[in-house]
């Protein structure tokens, strides 16, 4: 079922269900996540929940049962969904949060559902510098808060001036960049929360240098990545963050031999061997397992531990 449903009228629902009073979203049993992230791979979410706006989300959040597991998932740009599905509850927000508006000559305030390139173009239109990194990053502005996405010189730390969120029971709260504590595709903030819009800064720009500025990046990643494929991005961090001279994940992969490396139909990406690519037929097990070996073959190599940058959520198919 993909529309809008009450409690009262679904087959086979949670228990938990039962609990929760009216909502004006929209309640799905039984989403299929493989159709919904980028890698393609994924068993069922219980429930996904989409909701009409934060008010919505936050009487969801107040009345849903404690003992539930809660999961947010943004465009799917970054995770890797296990085979098993995900048990609970999965928050997606939608075109309810994908608003962007020009609150002055510099900033922008934009929903958390909004795509980070539609963020690059909205700056670009106001004449608004230092944003362009976001042109060719999938995901959407919840997500890059919660990895602190960056491409290019430019992370999300540098623009993000505030963020609102809501916590486990609800409440609303906003948070300056500095209490989030970001770094390298990190973010420190603790406790479940979920992003529903940010207040980002950047500095006055020319347009055409800007719009020039992100068909450089654009072409620059169709040259050395697999932006078409299902992959889910750059899969360990680099062991030095963002350093020019420091350790790449993509060299230590190539030296260690992984290049081309396959697993069933998961394959490390012949362009660029820091992602993984499902060409069709991969499950999320292949996919996990070939990061896996990846990582073993680096540390025999190199004495180098990587660590996954991709997301793993989800449970193993029994
Ligand atoms: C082809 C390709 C290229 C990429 N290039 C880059 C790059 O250059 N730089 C870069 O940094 N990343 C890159 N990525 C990775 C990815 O796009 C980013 O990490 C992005 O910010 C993830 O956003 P998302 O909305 O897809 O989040 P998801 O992948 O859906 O989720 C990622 C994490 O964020 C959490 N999350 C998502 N939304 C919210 C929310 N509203 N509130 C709280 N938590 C939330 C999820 O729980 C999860 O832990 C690339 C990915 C692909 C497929």
């Known amino acids: 079922m993909t529309a809008e449903a009450t409690p009262q009228n679904m087959n086979n ?3 938990w269900l039962a609990a929760l009073p009216p909502l004006r979203g929209k309640l799905m049993p039984d989403v299929v996540l493989g159709d919904i992230c980028w890698f393609r791979v994924g068993g069922s979410a219980d429930i996904v929940f989409m909701p009409a706006d934060a008010e919505d989300l936050s009487t969801f959040l107040a009345a849903l049962p404690r003992h539930v597991p809660l999961t947010v998932l943004g465009a799917g740009s970054n995770v890797l969904v296990r085979d098993g599905g995900i048990r609970g509850a999965v928050i997606r927000l939608g075109a309810a949060f994908g608003e ?10 934009a929903g958390a559902a909004a795509l980070d390139v539609r963020v690059a173009r909205a700056a670009a239109e106001a004449s608004i510098a230092g944003l362009a990194f976001y042109r060719g990053i999938p995901g959407a502005m919840g997500g890059a808060v919660a990895m602190n996405a960056g491409a290019y010189g430019g992370e999300t730390r540098d623009v993000l001036v505030e963020v609102e969120w809501l916590d486990r029971d609800g409440e609303h709260h906003v948070s300056a960049v500095d209490a989030l504590d970001l770094s390298y595709r990190h973010n420190g903030h603790e406790g479940f929360k979920v992003y529903t819009a940010v207040r980002l800064k950047g500095a006055r720009g020319d347009k055409a240098k800007i719009l020039a500025a992100m068909e450089e ?9 697999p932006v078409k494929a299902r992959t889910g991005g750059s899969t360990f961090k680099n062991p030095d963050g963002t350093s020019p001279d420091g350790l790449k994940a993509w ?4 030296a260690a031999g992984c290049r081309g490396l396959r697993v069933g139909d998961a394959q490390v990406s012949e362009q660029h061997c820091n992602f993984l690519i499902n060409h ?5 097990a292949d996919l996990e397992a070939l990061g896996e070996s990846v990582r073993q073959r680096v540390h025999d ?15 193993a198919r029994a």
């Not at 990046?217 to 050395?224: A, W």
């Open 251 to 254: 060299k230590l992969i190539d």
């Open 100 to 109: 962007i508006t020009q609150t002055d000559e510099t900033a922008l305030m």
């Open 217 to 225: 990046i654009s072409d620059k990643r169709e040259d050395s990545q």
């Open 301 to 315: 190599t190199s004495g180098v531990d990587l660590h996954w940058e991709i997301k793993r959520m989800g449970e």
């Open 280 to 284: 069709g037929v991969a499950t999320a």
């Open 13 to 15: 629902a949670p228990d």
